[in-house]
């Protein structure tokens, strides 16, 4: 379901947020990646869900 690939994503976003903090940004860049990409598959399967386009967005930041 498209809120499945939305929240997983979070939670790839905040792990990635977390790596980066604590190992370095070069650790949390897969992670950055993925959430990006389950976002962009919530966005496929639901093209008006807002939160996430937000999340992608995040994401995309994120990864620089």
Do not use: C, F, M, W
Request: charged share 30%.
């Amino acid at each position: 379901s498209p809120e499945a690939y939305y929240h997983r994503g979070v939670l790839y976003d905040l792990n990635g947020v977390r790596t980066h903090r604590k190992i370095g940004y070069d650790a949390a860049i897969d992670l950055y990646a993925q959430a990006a990409a389950d976002e962009t598959r919530a966005i496929a399967l639901k093209p008006d869900y807002a939160e996430a386009y937000e999340g992608r967005g995040k994401a995309v930041a994120h990864r620089g």
